[in-house]
């Protein structure tokens, strides 16, 4: 079984885990209404998709 020769350092381990994170998702203003929303996903607030409604918000 290998086993490392040395004690892997802080740094080291964390030079390695360095694309290892969350991302933030890609949010874009609604041309609606405004409010920010995610990118090719139905608005929340106001429930249009590419200039058409397609959910009824009350």
């Known amino acids: 079984m290998a086993v490392p020769a040395r004690k892997t350092s802080k740094t080291r381990k964390r030079n390695r885990r360095g ?3 969350l991302t933030v998702p ?3 203003p609604c041309p609606q209404c405004g409010e ?4 090719h ?3 929340p607030s106001c429930g249009y998709y590419d200039g058409k409604q397609v ?3 009350n």
């Open 36 to 39: 920010l929303r995610k990118s």
């Open 55 to 57: 959910v009824e918000n």
């Open 26 to 28: 890609g949010l874009a």
């Open 19 to 21: 694309h290892i994170k």
């Open 41 to 43: 996903m139905v608005c």
